[in-house]
């Protein structure tokens, strides 16, 4: 009898814990057991791997009692990346490659009948967790997945093609597969990042014609990380000035990217035209509370870990299911999402920037100059109260979107561009970090009292517009924190009483 262990990782949240595929042979009545946790599409596994060798031209071990264990048994395993680990493994243990060269290697990658090596999902989170815990261990995967990981600085990752462009290397000199069809050409390097990143792109704010108001606060929102709800009549713009604020954002640092991508190539989403672009995420009304934050079994990220370190933008705000909308409250405030199950907990993160955009009234003209409301009172507030205070209390940003007129559509110039607009952001960010660490919106209550103290005239204005419009002590230091954004926006040190006024209007779109 004998017995192979092959490194592995599986997936749990950004957690890529680390797997052994024990594999033993032994005499007994032919039979292939796979144990140790694995979800329906692992214990299939056992009619890939044995197609993919014996079409590779190696010997499987037909007569033999074959045991794969999947160490530790208490970890779910899902997906076919163990295709390759047990694969290797078999082989192993039937000394047709040797054992203790694949000492130092980790592999992940699903298998075709035909042996090729199909890409997986969750490459560069693999990637990321070894170069997070600092393990130098050389990460082999298919060829695309190992595009995705080789992004993570500082790794060693080699792509394959084929099982037999991964068997060659580990096999004896004097050993060869008897295949009657090779591989055309070499499938096995090592794969480097690309030396340049592609520009990112993003749909340029000019397109919009007037709008000033609007493109005031997305520019407040960007410079200090805010949430954002636009209120108005359909087709007043609303999706169109969201699509674009993405670029109005500071450019990701690599670390931000790697973060993003992460949760990307969990979901199996991630593309490399992509790397360095923040992310925009727009689920439909009727995305369930599992599909916006998250869940499943294992737990798979949602559509706010999706937006991580981007926007995560939500039209018709109010026809979202309840239960959805409240999910958002937590992640809002901290910026991860914990998923709980009985069996298991995973954390995701989720600092994204919240753009959401409403009718004011289900007919959706309440207050237009172009056409008049069919709502009654009653329908309005039901429709307005789907949106529940606290969740209100957390958008630093309310505005009003109005209609624009065809004369403006069709004669008005291009409006600011987008790369005019992003500089201003950059240096007002950087105005912030340089003074507290963070951008505005992450201030906490020690941090607002020192880092946006108000003098007397504007102290009383704040004092005032919350006694007036009802404010929680959430509210008023949102409009603080705001407040603190359009003084850096402006250049100035300390938040005087214009820049109380210009924040305390963003708190004032809904109307009954």
């Not at 108005?232 to 690599?254: I, T, Y």
């Not at 979901?267 to 869940?295: D, E, I, K, N, Y």
């Not at 079994?297 to 999706?306: D, W, Y």
């Not at 008049?372 to 949106?387: A, M, S, V, W």
């Amino acid at each position: 009898m004998s017995l192979s262990l092959v490194q592995s990782r599986a997936l749990l949240g950004l957690e890529a814990a680390s797997v052994t595929v024990e594999v033993h042979l032994a005499n007994g009545l032919p039979s292939f057991t796979l144990v140790g946790l694995a979800e329906t599409e692992v214990k299939e596994a056992r009619e890939r791997v044995r197609s993919a060798i014996q079409n590779a031209g190696l010997e499987f071990p037909n007569n033999k009692r074959i045991t794969v264990n999947l160490a530790p048994a208490d970890l779910p395993k899902d997906s076919g990346r163990f295709d390759l680990p047990i694969a290797l493994g078999i082989l192993a243990a039937s000394e047709q490659i040797q054992a203790a060269r694949l000492a130092g290697h980790e592999f992940a990658g699903e298998l075709s009948l035909s042996g090729e090596l199909r890409p997986v999902r969750g490459a560069l989170a693999m990637a990321l967790a070894l170069h997070t815990r600092g393990i130098a261990t050389r990460l082999v995967l298919p060829t695309a997945s190992a595009q995705e990981a080789a992004l993570v600085p500082g790794g060693e990752v080699y792509g394959a093609r084929h099982l037999l462009d991964v068997v060659q290397r580990f096999m004896a000199e004097d050993a060869q597969p008897q295949q009657a069809e090779p591989p055309a050409a070499d499938g096995w390097a090592r794969v480097h990042a690309a030396d340049a990143a592609p520009m990112p792109l993003y749909a340029d704010l000019a397109d919009v014609k007037g709008h000033a108001g609007a493109r005031r606060a997305l520019e407040i929102a960007a410079a200090g990380g805010h949430s954002l709800l636009m209120v108005g009549e359909p087709g007043s713009g609303k999706s169109m000035l969201a699509q674009r604020f993405a670029g109005l954002l500071p450019p990701m640092s690599v670390d931000e990217a790697l973060e993003s991508a992460a949760v990307a190539s969990l979901g199996g989403s991630f593309s490399t035209a992509r790397w360095m672009t923040r992310p925009t995420s727009a689920p439909h009304h009727t995305s369930s509370a599992v599909a916006l934050v998250g869940g499943g079994s294992p737990p798979r990220p949602g559509e706010i870990s999706q937006a991580h370190h981007g926007v995560l933008f939500l039209d018709e705000f109010p026809e979202f299911a309840r239960s959805a909308l409240e999910a958002l409250r937590e992640p809002l405030e901290t910026g991860t999402i914990t998923i709980a199950r009985a069996a298991r907990r995973a954390e995701f993160p989720a600092r994204f920037q919240l753009i959401a955009a409403m009718n004011p009234c289900p007919c959706g003209y309440l207050g237009s100059t172009l056409k008049g409301c069919r709502c009654t009172p009653d329908q309005i507030l039901r429709y307005q109260g789907k949106l529940s205070g606290p969740l209100l209390d957390r958008i630093d940003l309310h505005i009003e979107v109005p209609a624009v007129s065809a004369q403006q559509l069709l004669g008005a110039p291009d409006g600011e561009s987008t790369a005019s607009i992003r500089t201003r952001v950059i240096a007002a960010r950087e105005f912030a970090l340089q003074r507290q660490g963070s951008p505005n919106q992450a201030l906490q209550a020690g941090a607002i009292d020192k880092h946006a103290a108000l003098d007397e005239a504007a102290r009383k204005f704040m004092v005032n517009a919350a006694a007036k419009l009802g404010w929680s002590a959430r509210s008023t230091h949102r409009a603080l924190k705001v407040a603190r954004t359009v003084a850096d926006l402006a250049g100035a040190e300390a938040v005087r009483a214009e820049h109380v006024a210009e924040a305390v209007q963003y708190r004032r779109a809904l109307r009954h």
